[in-house]
Each structure stands twice: as C-alpha cells, then as structure tokens.
C-alpha cells in the first residue's frame, strides 16, 4: 500500500490557507482517483482505493499542523507501510513560487513545523515529500505564519490550482515507479 500524508489545518478558518495546499492537493487526488468520500477514523481523514493495481490511502490528519506527527504511529500500526518506500507526504512551500513544485526522497524540515512533527514521530528524516510552492512574503517585515494562514491572492491560488493535474501525474509516477524516477522525471 502506498500512503500519501497531505499536511493542513483542520476547520473553516484554515481551508482556504497556504498553510493547507496539502490538503488541496489530497482532495484532487481522491477525485481524479475516484477514491469516494474520505471518512474519519481515530483524527485521520482517509480515503482509500487503488491506482491501477495499486492499494493506496490518501490522508488528512484532522490535528493542527504543528501536531501532525503525532497522528502517525496510530495511522501507520493500521497500515503498516514503510515511511521510506511507501509514504508520501505533501506539504506547502513558501521559498516555491506558487505553482511551482518538488520531490524530494528524504531532507530536512527546512524549518516547516509539520515536517517536523512528522520527523519526531518518525525519528527520521528519510520519508518522500512533495513540496507545493505557495510563494513567501517577499519581505521580511511581513509574518512567515501569518503569511501561510492567510488566504493566497486568486492568482497565486490560480497558478498553484492549474499545477495539480502534473503534481498528480507526479504522485501516481511515485505510485508506480518510485521516488527516485517520479524525482528524475518531474523535478
């Protein structure tokens, strides 16, 4: 089985933040699969199906971002998959322009709070992400959590929207071939 870990913030306030391009993405992906309704079980919003012959689990972990990781252990005894392999975690990133995105099979946190709450539960920093670009501030006057818990101009909303069919083919390379290929293909 393969498992994507979509980073966001539960409730009407955050749905529309940069802080939740994850989840955005999560929900696309469901779509385009067809994976149905997510369904919540134990603070986690999954929807479950296959891509081609592939099991998969599209997750929102319903806690607020700087929490994340504590969700997984939980998640990860129902599904046992191998973090290293066979998850997928997605995640908004303010030094992308908005649109823009990559892979990447393991790294740093890179000072996101909900990649490091998934690496505290992990105890690793060897799992793959794929990094949705929000765009930052552009000043350093400006608030970097204010900036991703607001709400993205509609064209920057646009630009990060009209990206998710290829961040989609991107996922289902991942799927099918791996990070190495899915990283080689569409960085």
């Not at 699969?33 to 079980?41: A, E, K, S, T, Y």
């Not at 000072?111 to 998934?118: A, E, K």
Request: glycine content about 10%.
């Amino acid at each position: 089985m393969k498992l994507i870990f979509a980073l966001g913030n539960p409730g009407d306030r955050y749905r529309d933040t940069r802080h939740n391009a994850g989840w955005w993405l999560a929900d696309h992906l469901a779509d385009r699969w067809r994976l149905g309704r997510f369904r919540v079980d134990a603070g986690v919003a999954a929807a479950e199906g296959r891509v081609d012959a592939e099991p998969v689990l599209v997750t929102k972990p319903l806690s607020f971002m700087n929490l994340t990781g504590r969700l997984l252990p939980g998640l990860l005894a129902r599904y046992p998959v191998d973090p290293g392999t066979d998850m997928l975690v997605l995640v908004d990133d303010v030094s992308l322009p908005p649109g823009n995105f990559r892979l990447r099979a393991q790294g740093s946190a890179g000072g996101h709070n909900g990649l490091v709450s998934v690496e505290s539960a992990l105890e690793s920093s060897v799992y793959a992400r794929l990094r949705i670009g929000v765009g930052g501030p552009g000043s350093a006057d400006v608030d970097l959590a204010a900036w991703v818990l607001d709400t993205p101009r509609d064209d920057e909303e646009h630009m990060v929207l009209e990206r998710f069919d290829r961040m989609a083919e991107a996922v289902e390379c991942w799927i099918a071939e791996g990070i190495e290929t899915a990283m080689n293909e569409f960085n």
